[in-house]
């Protein structure tokens, strides 16, 4: 799964299995969570997000999953095509009035769907 | 279409010299920021502002500047005092608030030659 560092996580699936990805956070003030998808060369892509009072969120095909106790997320795609072939990233937003509206990103972890 | 357009797609700089990195966004958001993308590695701020005429440091300011005089743009320039320019630079933009999304544009990639 995702952690800070410098390397970046990797996974290869199988066309057609379910995935799985994991993300640690590391505020346990943080009451938002976002994953975004990006593609070789392009900018990150919204996937789906999920607030604190939420553990579980699904979208089509991909479904969030929240333990706050161990600050941990993962996100399920379901039927993996080979274009979900991408980089994910987590993002936690933790709320700071004086700083307003951050975001903090993962390293990343690169999917590869193997046809 | 609403988004945001970052311009150039590649850039590439003599050492020594500055550019400008463009970021557009007709969004209507209040909250802008600039990130360095390294191979590899995630996402790190170097700026944001989340208003016109105010913005602060991220966590990598150094050898960057920028400006906010209109909503929809916030250039980045990249100074001769960054040493290590080479990079993948994302804009992005967000509802002003907390818990809204924040939407990227395509990136620049500038390179050093």
């Known amino acids: 799964g995702e952690s800070v560092g410098l390397h970046l996580p990797t996974l290869s699936v199988q066309e057609g299995d379910n995935s799985i990805i994991n993300c640690a956070y590391s505020n346990s003030a943080s009451d938002y969570f976002i994953w975004y998808k990006q593609e070789s060369g392009k900018g990150p892509q919204f996937i789906i997000d999920i607030r604190s009072n939420m553990d579980k969120r699904q979208g089509q095909r991909v479904t969030v999953l929240l333990n706050k106790t161990v600050k941990h997320l993962s996100l399920q795609i379901a039927a993996t095509q080979p274009g979900d072939s991408a980089v994910y990233f987590c993002?936690?937003?933790?709320?700071?009035?004086?700083?307003?509206?951050?975001?903090?990103f993962g390293t990343g972890t690169s999917l590869t769907v193997i046809p | 279409d609403g988004g945001i357009t970052q311009s150039p797609k590649y850039l590439f700089r003599k050492e020594g010299q500055n550019v400008t990195l463009s970021c557009e966004q007709n969004l209507n958001h209040d909250a802008m920021y600039w990130y360095r993308q390294d191979p590899g590695q995630g996402l790190r701020l170097i700026y944001y502002s989340q208003i016109v005429n105010d913005f602060q440091k991220g966590d990598i300011a150094e050898g960057y500047s920028v400006s906010r005089e209109k909503k929809e743009s916030f250039p980045l320039t990249v100074t001769s005092a960054q040493k290590n320019p080479t990079a993948f630079y994302l804009c992005?933009?967000?509802?002003?608030?907390?818990?809204?999304?924040?939407?990227f544009g395509q990136g620049t990639r500038l390179t050093v030659v």
């Open positions: 993002a936690e937003n933790p709320p700071s009035p004086s700083t307003g509206n951050q975001f903090y």
């Open positions: 992005a933009s967000s509802k002003q608030g907390f818990n809204t999304e924040a939407f």
